[in-house]
T-cell receptor, first 111, second 116 residues
Framework: SQQGEEDPQALSIQEGENATMNCSYK?????LQWYRQNSGRGLVHLIL?????REKHSGRLRVTLDTSKKSSSLLITASRAADTASYFC???????????FGTGTSLTVIP | DVKVTQSSRYLVKRTGEKVFLECVQD?????MFWYRQDPGLGLRLIYF???????EKGDIPEGYSVSREKKERFSLILESASTNQTSMYLC???????????????FGQGTRLTVV
């Protein structure tokens, strides 16, 4: 399987703190994306970073990509209780027509 | 807003039943996907389709089949449901994976299937 891996598996922080989660993947990619999943729901797209980009921002989200290390990180600044969710990275490879998802990081933000 | 709609949020079926999970998208997307999600295992791809009547096996196709007769609809079929197919099933759609396109996936709300 070419499934990626997020790290850590679970993260618990206080409201207002920053949350950082990491993703490693195995193949060369076109894009890497981050998704959020609230409990019992489908996934919602957060941000996409292309393979030729190194950093991208969207509101309180900052994503970095290091293709030489095949890794990415998602930083959520000034976290809120509403950010409590699972976060997944996904890659789409040069070959094939698939998304490869990681196993997810479960984030809990304590009010 | 892009919408991917799965026919049921919760489903309870008996062992041996034939089960149909339906998914409809309204964005004229070429690609459609079926995943199952289990604790600790993340999302695992069952089947995907990149065009009408076209399908490809994902990582765990055993015990499942799919049908895509129209571009907007992708059905997952459990030929003979078993208890180990109890899971959350997620449908998604996206544009074709051509270089330069933003291939964001849009997900349905999920179907929680319990096989008893």
């Amino acid at each position: 399987s070419q499934q990626g891996e997020e790290d850590p598996q679970a993260l618990s922080i206080q409201e207002g703190e920053n949350a950082t989660m990491n993703c490693s993947y195995k193949t060369s990619i076109n894009n890497l994306q981050w998704y959020r999943q609230n409990s019992g729901r489908g996934l919602v797209h957060l941000i996409l970073i292309r393979s030729n980009e190194r950093e991208k921002h969207s509101g309180r989200l900052r994503v970095t990509l290091d293709t030489s290390k095949k890794s990415s990180s998602l930083l959520i600044t000034a976290s809120r209780a509403a950010d409590t969710a699972s976060y997944f990275c996904a890659t789409d490879a040069y070959t094939g027509n698939q998304f490869y998802f990681g196993t997810g990081t479960s984030l809990t933000v304590i009010p | 807003d892009v919408k991917v709609t799965q026919s049921s949020r919760y489903l309870v079926k008996r062992t041996g039943e034939k089960v149909f999970l339906e998914c409809v998208q309204d964005m004229d997307h070429e690609n459609m996907f079926w995943y199952r999600q289990d604790p600790g295992l993340g999302l695992r791809l069952i089947y995907f389709s990149y065009d009408v009547k076209m399908k490809e096996k994902g990582d765990i196709p055993e015990g499942y089949s799919v049908s895509r007769e129209k571009k907007e609809r992708f059905s997952l079929i459990l030929e003979s449901a078993s208890t180990n197919q109890t899971s959350m099933y997620l449908c998604a759609s996206s544009l074709s994976f051509l270089w330069g396109k933003n291939t964001e996936a849009f997900f349905g709300q999920g179907t929680r299937l319990t096989v008893v």
